[in-house]
């Protein structure tokens, strides 16, 4: 059993259960924002024990390059996804084209102001 | 403006940044875990950087020799740095504790340093601000974190503590020129400094769960100001020059 619950969801052959998963850190989703107001985008995970050293981690794992305005670190076991067998769920959604704004005639307006501005 | 005490003040700081910068980069690639092993391997980065701007002020605000030479090409008893800094590595949790009462005092003179008439430090100081602020958040984080574990992590923190203390209180060896640099108002004092530090520190480590020891001023460990070292600084220089004394002009 890992903590990490994409892992569990692998369903993987268990080798050495026991202690050595018991002495490992839970992980941490990681988002970092570049800008104020931005929103945040998942860089990826650290390994922690507390919220605080999870952001430590964060910091210079995933805030090393580049501009940072801030990062957010959530504890991956409180992230709730479907299970993988539910996929089936979205099969049909790129079918349903009406919902794309590019189904409707304004896409001929837009196309225009595209090709007009060079866009 | 009394250029003795600015060059000495810059010595000192300079030499501790470089030589903690280099033994905490012994950690490097066996740290305790991955994210950990790169976060000390940054800041480890980040003081070599501090020691290199400080040699940059003493080399084109003083004319000292340039930031490579004074790095590489200095007698052991030339370095100023206190004795903390050249301690090895140790376990994890004296490095932790070193970090911890180092980088705090680090802080704390930046600090003052933002307010020294001496132009080129006080600009120092304000630029490495945020690097230091997150060491000092780093170093908080794991001292909390490890001092609040179990019994057997609480008694090595602890006893980490205790030996690192009066090595210390070393960082706040005075110099001859304490009066001058207060006076210029380029530094408010070693003497001011302890006591901020030790206002900062002590509740940190009450709030850990650790006693702190007695502050007794006749056991610091002095000498590092003046050039008196420990066994340990010769043979760290010895690894850190090997390259400049097999050849001095080497570019890498």
Known sequence: ?119 | MNNDAIKDLLYRMADDALIIGHRNSEWTGIGPMLEEDLAFSSMSQDKIGHAQALYNILYTSFGEKNPDMLAFQRAEKDFRSCQLVELPIGEYDFSLVRHFLFDHAEALRYGLLEASSFAPLAGLARKVRGEIRYHVMHADTFFKQLSTGNEVAKARMQSALNYALPYALGIFEPSAYEEALIADGVFAGEARLQELWLEKITPIVAAAGLQMPAIDAAKAIYGGRKGYHSEYLQPLLAEMTEVTSIDPAAEW
């Not at chain 1, 994409?6 to 993987?12: G, K, P, V, Y």
């Not at chain 1, 995933?62 to 479907?82: E, H, I, P, S």
């Open chain 1, 1 to 119: 059993m890992s903590l990490d619950p994409r892992i569990n969801r692998l369903d993987l052959k268990r080798v050495n259960d026991g202690e050595q998963t018991a002495s490992h850190l839970i992980t941490w989703e990681v988002f970092h924002q570049d800008k104020r107001g931005k929103q945040p985008v998942h860089a990826g995970i650290v390994h922690a024990s507390t919220p605080e050293q999870a952001l430590m981690f964060a910091k210079e794992q995933y805030a090393r390059r580049g501009k940072t305005a801030n990062l957010w670190v959530v504890k991956t076991a409180d992230v709730y996804t479907f299970n993988s067998e539910d996929e089936a769920i979205f099969e049909t959604t790129p079918e349903k084209t009406f919902r794309d704004p590019a189904f409707y005639k304004v896409r001929e307006r837009i196309e225009a102001f595209q090709s007009k501005n060079k866009l």
